[in-house]
Structures are given as C-alpha cells and as structure tokens.
C-alpha cells in the first residue's frame, strides 16, 4: 500500500484494528468476492434452502405415519423478527440435520419392517417353524392392531399333533372412554320435564332403549341387520356369527361324532348280522344324535326353527316303546305318538316364538 | 347496533407493511375489512357450521396439513422470523390440534367461531380487531427501540413485527394481541385483518376474509 495512503486516516483499511471489527475493503476498483457481500441477497438464499428443507421434512412427517418416537423439532430464533444471516443459517443447518436424521431413522425403520414382512411370510408358508411367533401391524409400519400369531389348532391336540396355523387377529378392540354428548340428547333438566308431562312416551322422545316388549321383533332385527350386512346378502343366510355356539367352544364334537357314526355305519354294511345291524343302528344313532343336538341348539337360538323334527323326535319314540314295548293295540300306540307329537310341537312352536320376537318358524336364519 | 344491509359483501382493502419488511419478505401482505357485529355468544347456525367443520376434520388432514401449500408457507414464514412451527404453532395447525384433542370445535363466541371457520376453510391466519380502537390502515412493521405495548410491562424488543395502526401496536405478529384492542364485550364493529406470506395467493387472503365475514353474518 503507499505511503500517501495510510495517512488518510477515513479510509476503512487504515483504521485501527480496536476501532473496528468490520474486515477493511479492498481498494475501489478492486471488487472481490470477500467484500461484494450482499446480506440480503443472502438471507433470501438462505430462507429459499429453508423453504425445500420445510417441505422435505413435512413430507417425511407424513410419509413416516404411523410411527411413532421420531423427532422433526428443529429450536427457533425467537422472533418474530428479522433474523441474521447467521441465525438463519443455524435453522439451515439445524434442518439438514434433522431431514438427515429423520431420513436415516425410517431407512433403519424400513428395514427392520421389510424383515418383518418376510418373516411374516415364511411364518405362513412354515408355521411349524415358527411356534409362538407374534407380529404386529406396528413392526411392518401399518396402522391398526393387527397381528400375526402362530398358534396350535385345537389348542393342547393340536400342538402334540403339530397342527400348526397363522392365525389373524381381527383388529383392534371398540373405542372406549367418554363420546362426545349427542346433540339430540335432552339434558337432565328436559328429561325431567318431559318425564312428568309424558311418562309414558318418555323413552321414544328421548330415543332412551325401549323396553322389551316394545322392541322390533327378531325377525325384524334380523331382517335389518341381515340387510346391512354384505355377507348374508351374498349368501342369503344369516350372518355365521349369528349361528349359536355349541356350549363346548369351538372344538368340533358334533363333526367328530357324526364322523364316527358315519363310519360305523359304512364297517356295519360289511359286516354280517346281527353286529353289523347293531353297527348300522348305532352309527345311524351318533349321526342322528349330532344333528339332534344341532337342532336343540339352532331353536332355542331362535336362529332356525326345527319344530317338526324336535317333535317327531319326541313322537316317534313315544310310539316305538309303546309298540315294543307294551301290548296295547298299534292304533292306541299311534294315537299316542300323534299326541306326543302335537303336544311337543307346541311347546316347541311357544319356545321359538318367545325367543324369536313373534315369529311361528324360520326356515333360514 | 348498526344494522348490515342486506346487499353488503366483505371488501377486503389491502394494509400496508413497511419497506423494511417488504423489503426483506417479499410475498409479507395484511388484508382487513370491517364489520359491525357483536362478540356474543354463537347463534345455532354458526354452531351448525363448526360441527359439520369437525365431521370433516380428522387424523389424516392433521397427518397431511403441513404438507399443504398454504400450511407450508406458513410454516416456512415461521422458520423465517425465528418462531419453531412446532412450538409456536401455526394458526390452522394450532385449531387442527385443537379438534383432534377436544374431539370437535369448541365454540367459544361469534368473532372467534367466525375465525375458526375460515381459518380452517382456507387455512389463512386471521386476526380480530376492535374497530372502534383502530386508528386508520392496518398495516405490518418492525417494532421501534423502547416501545411500548399495551399490556406489556417492558417495551418490545427491538425489531419485533407487529401489527399496527397508524398510532401504536396493535399485536404481535402471530402472538399476543394489545390490551384493549382486541374484541371484547362491547365491541360493536370489528377489523379483520388477513395476514398473507410469500405462497398465500391474494385470492386465499379475500375468500378468508369474505368466509369470516359471512360466518359473522349468520
């Protein structure tokens, strides 16, 4: 630098270092890039990264749904305010690494659920290699409570026989807790005073339950129901879960003894008599005591009638053992088997209409 | 009360905002419109409105809102003058959290219940004023060295932006609104103002406004 220079003293390169910490300027005419530094242009730069770094991590946020555990927070300044170019930088910075961090997270994340879904996978083609194996909609990154479990069938049978299954569970349980109060639900106070005016209209104003025997019929429950419900319009029968359940669970007794009274009955064909008729006559009596007890559950159920069978199931034998028996006359023996007959196929028809609402029979539940 | 007539429509009028900051945000706009109406409690229909708004909001709006165009600029014009999005939230997300934890849209009164609706219709912030303690345009600024904000004890930092009549601060921007000059019992007409960033298209700014103001009118 000349000497000339440095004497003037209101150029910036020659103040005192203490008096300022603005770095100098290089002389006019000299334009470098350490002082053509436009703050504004700068910060514009800046809050155009931060704009794409906003939207790339609200896109993570949305695509990481459901979930949980991940950190998007990313401290602020305090404002509001005009921010620096180092203030806006630091939030820069902050975003890259948070997107970063974020991104890292769901790639480990993605993996572990892709290993998941493999194992769920190879949990149905083999479940006998995977006993007890449990995985839920969370570990494949899925909302809802589904879950993959292999369990034995038939419980304690089927784990010493090996019958090994994938078994889905059927999501997550109702919502519990306080629901937001009906809009149409009168408040205490109305309730009051409808009650006094009304007392006997005062469960259909408020919509409280009726009581039973102001209630739709069954059948009209079941017909309303059944409309609703995909599955009974596609096979035109009631819903399975309508079916009533043995008071076994779900173990297969009925199936089971109408197998073995089929087989005996087919062992008895080949046998000669008289084992082969006492064969045929028990495996006609398993197989017929199986669907008897199939239809005593479905009546009382109110699912399907069966008064006709239940009846004749009363009758017939009322007239076999009067006939074998006894020694009075075949037409006093019928007499008495008709009445059996009627007299069971009224209580039978009174049983199904007080547990079916009103209906006489029904040939479809 | 001054009775509205029945032909009127919301003209929004556009605020000013300061060189300084226009200079620095570029898209930084203030939209308000008047209106003569009382803070009382909300009429059925409006409370209609806020119930329907709740049946049509839930998780996975509030999952996908920041993802938005109008929620983002939001959140970006957050980021850009120093507030977290995630701690100071936004004005659409803040109702949004509202109705996912309360379960619906609380009504609270007629000028809040008007804002919410818009709010979440359009997703632009609102703010309301009272008209009467407003003194000529609305506009946007940087707070002055040692001045002073009704209700506040010390004077406003330096630099802060807020919104302001031509006399004094009427709030902080996206924070606390000055004593006094909010709406309250009494108030008989109220300022509107729709505060636009870069991102939020005029047009977003009117409907917020005309949506507020006819939601006031039911």
Not at chain 1, 4 to 33: F, M, N, R, Y
Not at chain 1, 186 to 197: A, E, I, L, N
Not at chain 1, 315 to 323: E, T
Not at chain 2, 27 to 35: P, R
């Amino acid at each position: 630098m000349p000497e000339e220079l440095l004497e003037l003293t209101q150029l910036p390169e020659v103040i005192a270092p203490e008096e300022s910490l603005v770095p100098p300027a290089p002389p006019e005419g000299l334009d470098t890039a350490l002082y053509e530094y436009d703050e504004l242009a700068s910060r514009a730069n800046l809050r155009r990264q931060i704009a794409g770094l906003e939207l790339q991590l609200a896109r993570l946020f949305g695509s990481a749904f459901p979930r949980t555990g991940i950190d998007y927070g990313v401290a602020g300044m305090g404002g509001p305010r005009l921010l620096s170019v180092d203030e806006l930088e630091t939030i820069r910075d902050g975003l890259v690494q948070r997107v970063n961090d974020v991104r890292l997270t769901l790639n480990d994340a993605s993996y572990v659920e892709q290993k998941n879904r493999e194992l769920i996978e190879s949990m149905t083609a083999d479940p006998v290699s995977h006993k007890w194996v449990r995985v839920n909609n969370a570990d494949i990154g899925e909302p809802g409570c589904k879950h993959w479990h292999v369990t034995p069938r038939l419980g304690p049978v089927g784990m010493l026989m090996g019958w090994w299954r994938v078994k889905v569970s059927s999501g997550c349980p109702l919502a519990e807790g306080l629901r937001p109060p009906d809009r149409y639900m009168p408040t205490k106070r109305q309730r009051r005073k409808r009650r006094r005016r009304q007392p006997a209209a005062q469960s259909r104003s408020t919509g409280a339950p009726r009581p039973a025997g102001d209630s739709l019929s069954g059948q009209a429950v079941r017909r309303q129901r059944k409309r609703s419900d995909p599955i009974a319009l596609a096979t035109g029968r009631g819903h399975p879960a309508d079916r009533p359940r043995a008071p076994w669970g779900d173990f297969p007794l009925s199936e089971i003894v109408i197998f073995i009274g089929i087989v005996v009955l087919i062992v008895g064909f080949f046998i000669p008599p008289p084992q082969g008729f006492v064969m045929i006559a028990v495996g006609l009596g398993l197989g017929s005591l199986a669907g008897l007890e199939l239809s005593i559950r479905e009546h009382f159920a109110a699912y399907r009638s069966h008064t006709l069978l239940l009846s004749a199931a009363v009758g017939v034998p009322v007239f076999g053992g009067l006939f074998l028996g006894t020694s009075l006359s075949p037409a006093i023996c019928v007499i008495a088997g008709l009445l059996a007959f009627g007299g069971a196929a009224w209580l039978f028809t009174s049983a199904f209409r007080r547990r079916s609402g009103g209906a006489l029979y029904r040939l479809r539940g | 009360m001054e009775r509205v007539p029945e032909d009127w429509e919301a003209a929004p009028e556009p605020g000013w905002v300061a060189p300084a900051l226009a200079e620095e945000f570029s898209g930084l706009s203030i939209a308000t419109t008047s209106l003569a109406t009382t803070p009382g409690r909300s009429p059925e229909a409006l409370r209609e409105r806020l119930r329907e708004l709740s049946d049509r909001i839930a998780g996975p709006q509030a999952i996908q809102l920041r993802q938005k165009p109008i929620p983002w600029a939001y959140r970006v014009f957050f980021r850009h003058i120093g507030l977290d999005p995630d701690t100071t939230w936004t004005p659409i997300e803040q109702l949004i959290f509202e109705r996912i934890h309360d379960g619906r849209f609380t009504s609270r009164n007629r000028v809040d219940d008007a804002l919410t609706i818009a709010t979440v219709e359009v997703g632009v912030a609102l703010r309301a004023f009272d008209a009467d303690r407003v003194s000529g345009a609305v506009g946007l600024r940087l707070s002055e060295p040692g001045e002073k904000f009704e209700g506040r004890t010390s004077p406003l930092p330096e630099g802060t932006i807020v919104i302001a009549d031509e006399e004094r601060a009427l709030g902080i921007l996206f924070g606390s609104t000055a004593e006094g000059r909010g709406v309250r019992r009494g108030t008989r007409c109220v300022v509107l103002g729709a505060i636009g960033v870069r991102g939020v298209p005029d047009i977003a700014l009117e409907e917020a406004l005309w949506v507020a103001s006819s939601a006031l009118r039911a």
